[in-house]
């Protein structure tokens, strides 16, 4: 079966940096996204990864190894803002989202 | 990016009733729409993929009868559930996927939050 693994929650320090980590099990690859979901609202694109490496966007960077199924979120300079739940999901062979269940971020002061 | 509006944002229902969704892409045209429900604190969970011109496609456990959907032109696509209960109360959010974008990801409107008493 098709599976997408990540923390349920994490909690991290305002001004620091958290790590966080998504691993598939897919049938076919085409991309793994990151988005980001705050309580109440719909999710926002973050970042696409389709070859292995890392990819940097301001704060946020996205990292991909296909060969290992894995992935990580990096975010850096950590603000209150960032308090959210953080969607991975990857595209199938049919290009159909496969959505893991969401870690909720915590950042305290 | 690609703008997705829904509308109504918030609707409170009485059981038995219909509620209608609309999600429209605004500067795009999406050929594909998803149609999405998440439960508090659960991940979103696809209902079904909304084609233009043609029948939309349900995911396993997903009833058709009772969450009508129609696509009628690339710009937009509604969601009716019908005779809705309490048990149906959830958010409820569409995507359309920009094929001329980047990266063929998907833009999602703003989710309806639906209550049916």
């Known amino acids: 079966g098709q599976n997408i693994d990540q923390p349920t929650e994490m909690t991290a320090t305002e001004g620091a940096i958290v790590q966080i980590n998504c691993t598939y099990q897919?049938?076919?690859?085409?991309?793994l996204f990151w988005y980001q979901q705050h309580a109440g609202e719909a999710p926002t694109f973050l970042s696409y990864n389709v070859l292995d490496g890392l990819e940097e966007k301001g704060r946020f960077s996205s990292f991909l190894s296909r060969s290992k199924g894995y992935s990580y979120l990096l975010l850096k300079e950590l603000q209150m803002k960032d308090s959210a739940s953080y969607l991975c999901a990857v595209s199938d062979s049919n290009y159909q989202l496969i959505w893991g269940a969401g870690t909720k971020l915590i950042i305290k002061p | 990016g690609a703008v997705v509006s829904q509308h109504p944002s918030r609707v409170i229902c009485k059981s038995g009733t219909s509620v209608k969704i609309e999600c429209r892409s605004l500067?795009?045209?999406?050929?594909?729409m998803f149609w999405y429900r998440q439960f508090p604190k659960q991940s979103l969970m696809l209902m079904a993929t909304?084609?233009?011109?043609?029948?939309?496609?349900?995911e396993q456990g997903v009833e058709k009868d009772k969450f009508l959907i129609n696509h009628a032109s690339l710009t937009l696509s509604t969601l009716t559930v019908t005779s809705a209960h309490p048990e149906d109360s959830s958010f409820y959010i569409c995507s359309a996927r920009d094929l001329g974008g980047d990266y063929n990801e998907q833009f999602f409107g703003p989710g309806t939050r639906l209550t049916v008493l």
């Open positions: 897919t049938s076919g690859f085409n991309g």
């Open positions: 909304s084609n233009e011109g043609s029948k939309a496609t349900y």
């Open positions: 500067d795009f045209q999406a050929t594909t």
